[in-house]
């Protein structure tokens, strides 16, 4: 069973500092690693993911994250926020490499404020 | 690439009719597609996973009776919310795949039953 535990439901950073975005998965198998943003009414971005290639994958707008089996962790990282990256953040589990079901996180809303 | 499109983008309706959602992959063939329930502030919750020419495969809990999906063709998949009731609001999302782990999303259906 594979299941995906988003540390902080709720993230505020100032514009212009870091941002992180704290993802823990347990999988059976070696999973594929996903992260999705999702502004307000609308559906979900794909923002990088992981599929065994390199374990640092960088993704559109900025964004990274970084696999680390040893830590069963996929944490998602900006180096500058900006305004616009405020929105919800799921990061999500395909255990089997094709298409079928996936496993959500709970979500991580993130703020940014001036 | 990888475009998906829904529509309608939001509709409203009266108590016991239907409700037509249509879910397009634009610029590549989607052999599955899913179809995803958000609540308020909530992650996604899976409802059924179609692949093309099939029927569909409904998570437990969900009636298959009341949420009709048809998957005729490689690039699109219709949902239908039959006989819509009011607890039937909320936001439909979804997604398409053409075969391997990645999943990309519609902008969602916000469907309001009155």
């Known amino acids: 069973a594979q299941s995906v535990t988003q540390l902080d439901s709720h993230v505020s950073v100032s514009e212009g500092t870091p941002v992180l975005l704290r993802c823990n998965y347990s999988?059976?198998?070696?999973?594929?690693l996903f992260w999705y943003v999702q502004h307000p009414n609308k559906g979900l971005q794909l923002l990088l993911k992981?599929?065994?290639?390199?374990?640092l994958v960088k993704g559109i707008n900025g964004f990274e994250a970084e696999f680390k089996k040893s830590e069963t962790s996929f944490h998602l990282t900006k180096p500058s926020a900006h305004m616009s990256d405020a929105a919800e953040y799921f990061c999500?589990?395909?255990?089997?490499?094709?298409?079928?079901?996936?496993?959500f996180g709970t979500g991580t809303r993130l703020q940014v404020t001036l | 690439g990888a475009v998906v499109s829904q529509h309608p983008s939001r509709v409203i309706c009266k108590s016991g009719t239907s409700v037509k959602i249509e879910c397009r992959s634009l610029?590549?063939?989607?052999?599955?597609m899913f179809w995803y329930r958000q609540f308020p502030k909530k992650s996604l919750m899976l409802m059924a996973t179609?692949?093309?020419?099939?029927?569909?495969?409904?998570e437990q809990g969900v009636e298959k009776d009341k949420f009709l999906i048809n998957h005729a063709s490689l690039t699109l998949s219709t949902l239908t919310v039959t006989s819509a009731h009011p607890e039937d609001s909320s936001f439909y999302i979804c997604?398409?795949?053409?075969?391997?782990?990645?999943?990309?999303f519609g902008p969602g259906t916000r469907l309001l039953v009155l």
């Open positions: 997604s398409a795949s053409s075969g391997q782990e990645t999943q990309y």
């Open positions: 999988s059976s198998y070696s999973p594929s």
């Open positions: 992981y599929t065994s290639a390199a374990t």
């Open positions: 999500v589990v395909n255990p089997t490499g094709t298409a079928s079901k996936l496993t």
């Open positions: 610029d590549f063939q989607a052999t599955t």
């Open positions: 179609s692949n093309e020419g099939s029927k569909a495969t409904y």
